[in-house]
């Protein structure tokens, strides 16, 4: 029987936010963030500095696209969506390491976090229901 520390310890291991992904992109950790939602939505708006590789196809593409990458942080859109889950279950089933950012693109545009498109940088927004909103958050970079 699993114990609550072992349970939330493994569970950690195989999750992370969009707080805390952020934080490592800023810090200059060498992080692959992959979006694995549709083109469509790619198109719509995405995670600045993601790759895209949408989970239907990461059986085909994934060995040879991410040959030599340590770890992946899998997002799709929201905590209703379960493509990344099915993502990372493919990409650990190929031997790559990999955790969930759980929230997904949802919750990292509600953190303000920067997103862009084809056409270039989003507007940021920062939402008060997911996180404490100051006068200097709106002026993160």
């Excluded at 992959?34 to 939505?41: I, K, P, W």
């Excluded at 270039?120 to 927004?125: A, E, S, Y």
Aim: glycine share 8%; hydrophobic share 40%; net charge negative.
């Amino acid at each position: 029987m699993i114990d609550a520390a072992s349970y939330f310890a493994a569970k950690l291991a195989y999750e992370t936010d969009a707080s805390d992904v952020y934080a490592a992109q800023r810090a200059g950790d060498d992080i692959v963030l992959l979006d694995v939602r549709s083109d469509e939505a790619w198109r719509q708006g995405r995670i600045r500095g993601a790759r895209h590789l949408p989970y239907p196809e990461i059986p085909a593409r994934a060995a040879r696209e991410l040959a030599g990458v340590e770890e992946v942080i899998v997002y799709c859109w929201s905590p209703g969506c379960n493509a990344g889950t099915k993502a990372a279950a493919a990409l650990a089933g190929l031997g790559i390491a990999v955790r969930e950012m759980i929230g997904g693109y949802e919750y990292w545009v509600r953190e303000g976090q920067p997103t862009e498109n084809d056409d270039g940088p989003l507007p940021r927004t920062f939402d008060p229901q997911v996180m404490v909103v100051r006068a200097e958050t709106a002026e993160v970079p």
